[in-house]
T-cell receptor, first 113, second 113 residues
Framework: QKEVEQDPGPLSVPEGAIVSLNCTYS??????FMWYRQYSRKGPELLMYTYSSGNKEDGRFTAQVDKSSKYISLFIRDSQPSDSATYLC?????????????FGQGTTLQVKP | NAGVTQTPKFQVLKTGQSMTLQCAQDMNHEYMSWYRQDPGMGLRLIHYSVGAGITDQGEVPNGYNVSRSTTEDFPLRLLSAAPSQTSVYFC????????????FGSGTRLTVV
């Protein structure tokens, strides 16, 4: 079993929809949580970073962390065609001194006009 | 400020050949990592470094070597290329061990025939 599980999709939604992307993890040592967006043939870019349970909002994006359930989510409101990309969750152990990111498999999202 | 620069962008190798993928960052980041990305697998950690002179293995290190003689550079060497090493390779760097601010390069697409 992988440490981080993410539904690979693909996920297709109409423009304006609310999108929910999810990851579960098995390692309770993970304390730092990130969401990356990756456009086709590009490198991942950091969207959201959080280290506490609860919600963090940035514009149309909300990251949610539930450490008790080992579950994180990314919500995209009013989705746009420009949001079409692969979304990757990533985590780092709190006790680690290495900065190693452990990624989920990535979810491919298509937002149709 | 160039960020993380990877060269080459594309490469075709014959089985058994060796080569070095270059990675350089100009942000004075201590933490640097190499990942490979394969369809449906997300990003898997090959090797990482927590500072000049300090490297360690990640999840899939076999067939790869790294060294870190300076803060700026973190080259990845393929010792004897195999078709299983056909992948997209990403280098990343970060200023802290919690993973915040990880910046990725644009990737190297490697094909081994």
């Amino acid at each position: 079993q992988k440490e981080v599980e993410q539904d690979p999709g693909p996920l297709s939604v109409p423009e304006g929809a609310i999108v929910s992307l999810n990851c579960t993890y098995s390692n309770s040592a993970f304390q730092y949580f990130m969401w990356y967006r990756q456009y086709s043939r590009k490198g991942p870019e950091l969207l959201m970073y959080t280290y506490s349970s609860g919600n963090k909002e940035d514009g149309r994006f909300t990251a949610q962390v539930d450490k008790s359930s080992k579950y994180i989510s990314l919500f995209i409101r009013d989705s746009q065609p420009s949001d079409s990309a692969t979304y990757l969750c990533a985590m780092v152990e709190g006790s680690s001194n290495t900065g190693k990111l452990i990624f989920g498999q990535g979810t491919t999202l298509q937002v149709k006009p | 400020n160039a960020g993380v620069t990877q060269t080459p962008k594309f490469q075709v190798l014959k089985t058994g050949q060796s080569m070095t993928l270059q990675c350089a960052q100009d942000m004075n980041h201590e933490y640097m990592s190499w990942y490979r990305q394969d369809p449906g697998m997300g990003l898997r950690l090959i090797h990482y470094s927590v500072g000049a002179g300090i490297t360690d293995q990640g999840e899939v290190p076999n067939g790869y070597n790294v060294s870190r003689s300076t803060t700026e550079d973190f080259p990845l060497r393929l010792l004897s290329a195999a078709p299983s090493q056909t992948s997209v390779y990403f280098c990343a760097s970060s200023r802290d061990r919690g993973g915040n601010g990880y910046t990725f390069g644009s990737g190297t697409r490697l094909t081994v025939v």
